[in-house]
Structures are given as structure tokens and as C-alpha cells.
């Protein structure tokens, strides 16, 4: 057995101009999922499971004379939820890409513009509560019984198989992202993940100035309830952080406060809540899932949502994790592992 | 192309002891397999055909500022038998590790203390008879028509998703695993592996003193015929072995005897014999697999099995591996090839 | 994240005699695809649409004490055509070798005798016309709609399992293949690609005296309009080449006349015609595709097919390649991307 990976940091820099190479990096991250929606005698898994991922990701890369960069990047990974091992551990779709000083354009499992709009995430290792994300019921974006119905970089599948353009100068950031599916009503047998013909513009904006960050993203497509905005504002206090978001998803409003502060050299505890209005009767008379009767388990509803998140630094690249959500749906979970990077 | 791995021991060594890092590693084997159970006119099959493996390992770890390990492990590897490319190419599932001095607790494709029981496995590369293992019919866990049925690392599937603790000190090694299948009678679509809710739990102990070697395990089970325990022994003279084990699985012993030794600097040769009951007729009556009518081909059988296995070592990892074994219901297997590590 | 590679001869030069290790490199392409038999209205696809293909390549060695070296390699990729992420992203079936001076021997995904003659594709970084190939209509092997009926390398699935031998010496190059499929109309659950039993043997021959190049190739199979033979001849002119082809496929022949010049210091540029002859009454009459009614879309066609290709080195491993074809059937294609190499 070879050791291939060690400190990096020099090897980077004397990499030369023109050189290409291939970088492996990734984590794992483990731990016990406590649910209350599961139950052995009434879906047969138990309310605490094993809950676990192994990340290992490839980025190959390329300079050309002229200072023109080629990249392009792929994943494999091995997860399990609810006590069942994921099916998929084949590698991810490809994403390319090609950078020249602040500009970057990528093509094919894009990022996406309103996935990458900053302050949309926990400021945790998993981007969410626990050590799974617990569902990610803090993204104000997600709603309903719509979850994730926004382009974003797909970590086991193909992905949207997208283009954008990404350009940062100064404290300034914009993002622009497009995907067009293939008409599978035409050609049933031709598509790529969604059942109709659909493409998705979005566009981010976002700047930081000093301590304060702002952000703003937008989404046009042509499924329904996809339509949506977002805007985030945060504030970092050096040893704390304080955070608002709010989108509008086709008409659900979605507000987020989270809070963040160090204890010590090597705690963060985070809290956050959320408040989600309710399905109009217009929408649901059109078929929109209606959340004010919440399904037990289901990550949709009406109301208030809340969290605790609690992590420990084990040095090394190693954390304790732990945290606990309560779903506007009465849905708890609590969640506790380690998380390490390599 | 660039070379990843060369020399690897002063990178260990000069590694720092809160790095985190990848190593990759594996091995390739690939032979002939002469099978009396294949026809191409019966079963579609020529009776000599190509087996092979490229196996490769992926083994990621982390350490905390205590000393506390963190590791992580998947497989991804091609295989060919009889004449059949492995559909199956995939990552398999992770297992995840913390270790502490002698201590390790493993989560999600665990090891299994069943499948650790020194002195259970060939003394050969492949741990088997031949280049493939020839069905493994020497393992005195393998009987009737009940093979592999414990809790063992999967190098192509999900795995088991358990939980297990091992503890080594001096020559003493301990090792408990566990595992449990969600309920897919309450809920076909989830589960993973079996299709009863079933929770398997198992121990092992090993001592070691000088070179006699000793160790028990014992599987108990909700599954029907999985319980059983394992004993063996066995003394090792430098340059030849001797070993003895038994195992009863659900009332089904299986007595088995090896014997190693070198011949030169470079060969070494391998015989062993087995003993399996037969299949009582409660057990028959109750739809256990009765091994008396043995069926060609499978690995079933009442009776005495044998084989004799030959390596010669190449040098730089290689080495030519030969084995022939005769199942008791008859069924012959001849391979040869080569098998080399990286 | 860490630096696995870096520049790379001196590491191969001082790998000690008897090393075992493992190379990772691979390729990234990624442009746009015209193809006018996609319209969204009626097959679903547009007709512009990303071409794209990631790929990782493993390749592990060891070699013995008496300098016999052992190989193996496998890849995984990720793809898009026509707007589709292939869903097949785990590693390929492995290729196993054994070398000694100018001799090897491979089993398993063989290259192919066939597949591996000179002067059949195209002098381009992609081996075809374009940014992914454009279907290869300039092969001369390639006809009808029996596209690529030989035993050839598979990038995505398991190869053929067979066996072949090459040796080089000077100028010479010898390579004979042969794979067996299993047969599957005895045993309808067990195959290797294929429906029926069938055997492909092929030999090749190549020589190279100076700047001339000359080769030939034939293979036998039990499948139907599969037996064929190739002959190529090329000449290298320093900055431009002149390459003839002509192969009997079945009694269907195709002639095919490529040239390409450098324009400068970073350019080349390329064109072929190929010219196919017509399927024949009798043939037609026992089944095979009738090339004479074009079919859209499909790459078959009785007639005259040509391309030009232009290349620009970036540097650094990247290129930009662009290419427009004709197939015989009047399908129109033009790709432009990057190409880079890590």
C-alpha cells in the first residue's frame, strides 16, 4: 500500500505555469441519525440509523501558455440514509471548465446560479444541521414539497448538464446559469432527469464590503413553482455571525434568521428558525402540494422551523458534529458524528 | 501520464501526525479457470474460461490533535468469471473507522467478526484454492447450500451497514459486530440486502502465543441457518503450517485440515481437506437445502472436499498461483495465472 | 485538497527495477455539437447541443525479477451526447497484460487486432472528426449499420474478455486477438454483449520503414458481416501527411483518402473523403441494412462521406479542435470545443 497524498501547500506553489495534473480530496463524514418519522413496525426502519458519506473527489486541470485555465472535475461517493446504503456510487457528472483572471465559464454539471448565492447555507461542515444536513429545511429556497427545484451541482448523478459564466473582481461576484432538458414528451426515451421539456435561467449577484455581505439571485424556468428569488444579508462579527435570508418561491415567502458564535478556541454553536407562509388557495386549486396539512416526515410545511447546531474541532481535519431540528411538520431529528476532510 | 505512487515507506514515515491523506492501492489477478460444471452445450458456458480482478483501494484517514484516528475505505474493482464481466463496477459501500491505540470502532461496510476469525481463510494470496478463490468450499463456514452467510466486508455491494469494535493487545485481538436490516415486510421498497427485517450479532476472540494461534467466533442470527460458531488452531514452523478448524452452522458441522510448506526460497505448497454433515432430516423437512442429491456446479455438498494449491513468488509483487480443488459433490475446478499486488 | 501529480519523467526514470504502482491520468473534452437530424420538435433534441467526455484512467504495473512486467488498467468517464449524461460512469471492464521486451499479452478488454491498425482513424486528438468524433464515418471499417463489429477496447462497459498477443521488434508490429462470447442462446441469463455464441479471431501486421508506414488486418467471425480485412498506407512528410485506407467489409468496400498540413507553429489542419460501396441484391435479400435509402440521423450510407478538421495547440496540454463532416446520407455535423490532457 502507497501513500499518495501529503502536504500540499508546496506542491501547489512550485507546480510550473503550464503544468497539468489531477488533485484528489474529500471527506467522510459518520454518525447516528435519530428521526421521529421512522418507525421499524410502520416503515421499517428504525428511528435511529447509521447515517454516513464518503466523498472522494477528482479535479484534473490544465494551463495553457497564454494563461488560460482548463479544469474539470468529477465525484465518487458512497452514502447511507436511513439505514439503507445509496445504490448509486458510480462517479458524478462532469463538470468542465475554463478560467482567465476573475472570469470562469463552466459547462455541463454546473454549479448554478441561485445554488451558489451565498447565505443560503448554514455556516456548518455539512451546510445544514447535523451531520447530514438533516434535510436542509433551513434553506429558505426550499419549500412545500418542493425541495432543491433550482440548477445545482448534482454530487451522484448526471446533473443539469448546464452552461454559465462566473466573474469575481473586488469584493464583487456575479453568476449566471442555464439549462435547457430535452423534450422528453417528444422523445420519451431522451431526457435528463425531468419528465418535460424545460429550460432554467438564473442569475446571482453578490458583494462584500468589510464585515457585511450581500447577495441576491433570481431563477426563471419554465416548470411551474419554480420561479423564485432570494436575498440574503450577513454580518461577521469575528468570534460571531449573524445572517437573514428571504426568498420567494413562486409566491411561498420563506424568511431565515441564523446566528452563529464561537465558544472558545474550538466550539461553534449556530441557531437558526424560519418561517414559511402558507400555499395560496389559487395554487393549490392548481394542483401546488398544500403544506398546511403536514405529512409526518415529509420535509414540507406551513410555519415555523427551527435548529441548534453544535461542532468541536478535533484538529487534524476532524470534527464532532451534533444537531437538532424541529420541521414546521412537528418532524424532530437529532443527529451526531464526525466529519473529516483529506 | 504521470506516476502517482513509487517508494512509499519514507513517505509514511516523514508524514506528519495530524496529516490527512489518501493512499491508493489493489491488486491485479488474472488466469485460467478449468470448471467440469460449464459446458457450452448445457449451460452456454466453455468449460475453460478467463477469471480475473483489478481491485482497487482507496484508504483515507485523518488524526486528530488527541491521537485519535479517522478513516474511511471503498473498493472499486472489475472482475471476470466464467466468461461474465461483472455488471458491477462501481464503488462499493464505505466503512468508516476511529481508532484509539488498540482500539477500532468500524460503521457501514463493516469487517464482521465471523469473517475476521483467524485461521478460516487459506494461507494463499487469493485466500482460496486457484487464482478465484474456486468458490471457497475449503472455509468451514460454507456449508450446504448457506455460503457466506455472516456479516462480511462486500468489495462490490452496499454492504451490511453495521457497527463492530475490535480491541487488540499483546497477542489478544477482540472484535464484536453487529448489524440490522431495515423491515422490508412492513416496507418492500426500503431495504438492504435481505428480505427480512434481521439483525445478525457476532464475536470473536484470538490469542496469540508464540506460534500457535487460536480463535472462536459465533454468529447469532433472526435469519434461519445463520447461527454458528467457528474454532480453529494452528501452529506455524517457520517454514511449513499446519491448521485445524470446525465450525457448526445451525447443526451442520464442517471439519476442515491444512497444511502449508515451502519448498526453496521462492514456491510454496498448500493442501486441505474438509468434512460437512449432512443436512438432518428435521431440518430438510423444515426447507433447509439438503445436500444429499448433490447438484453439479454448486457448492453444496455432504462429504469430504480437497485441494492442493501451488506459488511460486515473481519478485516486485508478482507471483505464478496454481490450485486445483475437488468439491464433494464432484465438481472440479483447475486454475493458474498470476496475481500481482501495487 | 492535495496535489496528487506533478511533472512526471523524472519519476519514471527513477523508478527502481522491480516497482509496483499506479499512474492516474486522463483526458477532458468538452464544445458544442451541430448535428442537423436533432430538431426539439421532433426527436426532442435541439440541435445544438454540449458534447462532452471526462475521463480518469488507472493504469497499475509491477514488474518481476527477471523483468517481466504485469499491467492492468481500467477508467471511468463521465459523458454528454446530445444533451444526455451518460448513465454509465463506473469503471470499465480491466485489461490484464504480461510484457517481456517486445512481446505482450493481454486478456480480458483486449485492444483488438483489428481496432489496433494503423492508419484507420484520423490524425486528430480525438481519433475522428470534431470534438467527440462525429461517429467516425471516416473509418473505413465502419459501414452500413454495422458500426464498429470488431473487437475493439470498450471506454464504458466490459469488453469482449478475450485474449491477444503483440510483438514489436524495429520497425515491425505484429497483433493477433481472439474473444469468445458465451452462449447465450443455450443460456439466455448468461452473455457478454452478445446474442448469440459467436468467436472473433483477427491478426494484424504493420511495418515501418522510414517515413513510410504500411498495415494490414483481417477478421474471422461467427457473426454475420463481420469477416473483413484492411489495408492502409501513409507517408509522413514532416509538416504534412498523406494516408490511404481501403477494407473489404463483408463485400462491402470502402476507400478513404486523408491528408493534413501544419500551417505554422501551433496549427494543423486536416480532410478526408471516403467513398462506400453499396450493399449488395443478395445481401440485402438475406437481411443486412440497406444502405441505399439514407436514414437521417444514422450513420449509414452507401457513397461519398468527407470532413475537415483544424487544430490550434493552446499549450499546457489543451488544444482547440474544430471539425465539420458529410456523411454519405447527408447528415451534416460541426463541433467546436477544447481538448486537454492531464
Not at 422551523?305 to 420541521?327: M, V
Given at each position: 500500500?502507497?501513500?499518495?497524498?501529503?502536504?500540499?501547500?508546496?506542491?501547489?506553489?512550485?507546480?510550473?505555469?503550464?503544468?497539468?495534473?489531477?488533485?484528489?480530496?474529500?471527506?467522510?463524514?459518520?454518525?447516528?441519525?435519530?428521526?421521529?418519522?421512522?418507525?421499524?413496525?410502520?416503515?421499517?426502519?428504525?428511528?435511529?440509523?447509521?447515517?454516513?458519506?464518503?466523498?472522494?473527489?477528482?479535479?484534473?486541470?490544465?494551463?495553457?501558455?497564454?494563461?488560460?485555465?482548463?479544469?474539470?472535475?468529477?465525484?465518487?461517493?458512497?452514502?447511507?440514509?436511513?439505514?439503507?446504503?445509496?445504490?448509486?456510487?458510480?462517479?458524478?457528472?462532469?463538470?468542465?471548465?475554463?478560467?482567465?483572471?476573475?472570469?470562469?465559464?463552466?459547462?455541463?454539471?454546473?454549479?448554478?446560479?441561485?445554488?451558489?448565492?451565498?447565505?443560503?447555507?448554514?455556516?456548518?461542515?455539512?451546510?445544514?444541521?447535523?451531520?447530514?444536513?438533516?434535510?436542509?429545511?433551513?434553506?429558505?429556497?426550499?419549500?412545500?414539497?418542493?425541495?432543491f427545484n433550482w440548477d445545482a451541482y448534482?454530487?451522484?448523478?448526471?446533473?443539469?448538464?448546464?452552461?454559465?459564466?462566473?466573474?469575481?473582481?473586488?469584493?464583487?461576484?456575479?453568476?449566471?446559469?442555464?439549462?435547457?432538458?430535452?423534450?422528453?414528451?417528444?422523445?420519451?426515451?431522451?431526457?435528463?432527469?425531468?419528465?418535460?421539456?424545460?429550460?432554467?435561467?438564473?442569475?446571482?449577484?453578490?458583494?462584500?464590503?468589510?464585515?457585511?455581505?450581500?447577495?441576491?439571485?433570481?431563477?426563471?424556468?419554465?416548470?411551474?413553482?419554480?420561479?423564485?428569488?432570494?436575498?440574503?444579508?450577513?454580518?461577521?462579527?469575528?468570534?460571531?455571525?449573524?445572517?437573514?435570508a428571504y426568498a420567494d418561491n413562486e409566491?411561498?415567502?420563506?424568511?431565515?434568521?441564523?446566528?452563529?458564535?464561537?465558544?472558545?478556541?474550538?466550539?461553534n454553536i449556530l441557531v437558526w428558525v424560519?418561517?414559511?407562509?402558507?400555499?395560496?388557495?389559487?395554487?393549490?386549486?392548481?394542483?401546488?402540494?398544500?403544506?398546511?396539512?403536514?405529512?409526518?416526515?415529509?420535509?414540507?410545511?406551513?410555519?415555523?422551523?427551527?435548529?441548534?447546531?453544535?461542532?468541536?474541532?478535533?484538529?487534524?481535519?476532524?470534527?464532532?458534529?451534533?444537531?437538532?431540528?424541529?420541521?414546521?411538520?412537528?418532524?424532530?431529528?437529532?443527529?451526531?458524528?464526525?466529519?473529516?476532510?483529506?
Open positions: 500500500m502507497k501513500k499518495v497524498l501529503f502536504a500540499t501547500t508546496a506542491l501547489i506553489a512550485t507546480a510550473s505555469v503550464a503544468a497539468a495534473d489531477v488533485r484528489i480530496s474529500g471527506y467522510g463524514r459518520f454518525g447516528l441519525d435519530y428521526n421521529d418519522a421512522n418507525d421499524s413496525n410502520v416503515n421499517g426502519i428504525s428511528k435511529t440509523t447509521i447515517t454516513s458519506r464518503l466523498r472522494l473527489q477528482f479535479d484534473m486541470s490544465a494551463e495553457s501558455d497564454s494563461g488560460v485555465g482548463f479544469d474539470a472535475r468529477f465525484r465518487i461517493q458512497a452514502e447511507s440514509r436511513d439505514n439503507v446504503v445509496g445504490a448509486v456510487r458510480q462517479a458524478n457528472g462532469a463538470r468542465f471548465g475554463v478560467t482567465y483572471e476573475g472570469f470562469r465559464l463552466n459547462v455541463g454539471n454546473i454549479i448554478g446560479a441561485v445554488e451558489n448565492t451565498p447565505g443560503t447555507y448554514l455556516e456548518t461542515r455539512t451546510a445544514g444541521t447535523g451531520i447530514d444536513g438533516a434535510g436542509f429545511v433551513s434553506h429558505v429556497g426550499n419549500v412545500s414539497n418542493e425541495y448534482s454530487s451522484g448523478g448526471g446533473g443539469v448538464n448546464g452552461v454559465e459564466a462566473l466573474y469575481s473582481a473586488g469584493g464583487f461576484t456575479g453568476h449566471i446559469s442555464y439549462s435547457k432538458r430535452n423534450n422528453s414528451t417528444v422523445n420519451p426515451g431522451v431526457g435528463n432527469g425531468s419528465p418535460n421539456a424545460a429550460a432554467r435561467a438564473a442569475i446571482m449577484l453578490a458583494y462584500n464590503f468589510g464585515d457585511f455581505n450581500v447577495a441576491g439571485s433570481y431563477q426563471d424556468s419554465d416548470n411551474m413553482w419554480e420561479k423564485k428569488y432570494i436575498l440574503t444579508g450577513s454580518y461577521d462579527g469575528g468570534n460571531w455571525g449573524v445572517r437573514l409566491g411561498i415567502g420563506k424568511v431565515g434568521l441564523y446566528g452563529n458564535y464561537d465558544i472558545g478556541a474550538a466550539s424560519t418561517n414559511e407562509d402558507a400555499v395560496s388557495a389559487a395554487d393549490v386549486a392548481n394542483g401546488r402540494g398544500d403544506n398546511r396539512d403536514a405529512i409526518a416526515g415529509s420535509n414540507q410545511g406551513e410555519g415555523t422551523s427551527y435548529g441548534i447546531h453544535y461542532s468541536y474541532d478535533l484538529g487534524g481535519g476532524a470534527s464532532f458534529e451534533t444537531g437538532y431540528r424541529r420541521a414546521s411538520n412537528d418532524n424532530d431529528t437529532f443527529q451526531a458524528g464526525v466529519y473529516f476532510s483529506f
